[in-house]
């Protein structure tokens, strides 16, 4: 289910959701998933990582209701672990994660999305988390998230009533940041994933840690002080020191992972 590509000097990967008609997650796409994610924190090599679905009409239509059809609770513990562990590993992510929708986000579906760090929309793209319309309830963070997204209002619009949004809606309620042509997403998103690849490492990795502080309700005199102390965290590494002298020196900065320090090795 889960096709991934690397581009760019290896600095972005591609994770592309294959499984037809409608790119449905299972347990073991899930796990898939996950383990693939697991695998791009340990390469820092990876900078920013952008997911998709195949096709021009799905980016995922979340679970696949087989799964469930028999009603085993044992079963449905288990999807709700995946579906949990998957889409949490997704949101720590140590790379910038673009969700690109290109089309149908239902569900589970855009639960995957909603973990992303970005999310860009082609102007089709309809978004729903329709589980109540048939006995069932987010599992994949949607409850959660969603909220802090969109508010409270517009989670409640979508989860109580199952209401869909089209990508205008979406943009406009800040459930995505960008809208675009059909057939554009994947090469906007990559384009926005390359843009990370100019920027510090560290630097980036310590601000998406302390945006997710916000989120993770620490409180906001205890954030500030994690703020400044990884300020001067950034001065332990050579790449302070390239990109400021970079800048002076009006070029662009060259910079270092451990990657490459294992390579002069």
Not at 53 to 66: H, Q, R, V
Not at 72 to 88: D, L
Not at 182 to 190: Q, V
């Amino acid at each position: 289910m889960i096709e991934l590509d690397y581009l760019h000097d290896n600095s972005v990967a591609l994770i592309t959701l294959r499984r037809p008609p409608a790119n449905a997650f299972t347990p073991e796409g899930l796990l898939q998933l996950q383990g693939t994610v697991q695998a791009l924190n340990a390469d820092e090599r990876v900078r920013a990582l952008v997911i998709t679905g195949d096709g021009p009409k799905f980016f995922s239509a979340g679970a696949d209701l087989n799964t469930f059809a028999d009603g085993n609770r044992e079963v449905a513990r288990e999807a709700a672990a995946r579906f949990g562990a998957a889409f949490e590993a997704l949101q720590e992510a140590r790379p910038v994660v673009i969700a690109a929708i290109n089309g149908f986000a239902m569900g589970g579906g855009l639960e995957c999305a909603l973990s992303c760090d970005i999310r860009i929309a082609e102007q089709h793209a309809k978004l729903a988390v329709p589980e109540t319309a048939v006995g069932l309830l987010c599992a994949g963070c949607g409850t959660q998230t969603l909220p802090w997204l969109v508010g409270e209002g517009w989670a409640k619009r979508m989860i109580l009533t199952g209401e869909r949004v089209d990508a205008q809606t979406a943009l406009r309620i800040g459930l995505v940041e960008e809208v675009v042509e059909s057939g554009a997403a994947r090469d906007a998103a990559i384009a926005m994933a390359q843009r990370v690849t100019t920027l510090s490492p560290q630097g980036v990795t310590f601000s998406k840690q302390l945006i997710h502080q916000a989120r993770n309700g620490v409180p906001r005199g205890a954030a500030l002080a994690v703020e400044r102390e990884r300020f001067v965290d950034l001065f332990n590494h050579p790449n302070q020191r390239e990109g400021v002298n970079a800048f002076l020196e009006k070029r662009a900065p060259r910079w270092h992972t451990a990657h490459d320090a294992e390579t002069v090795q």
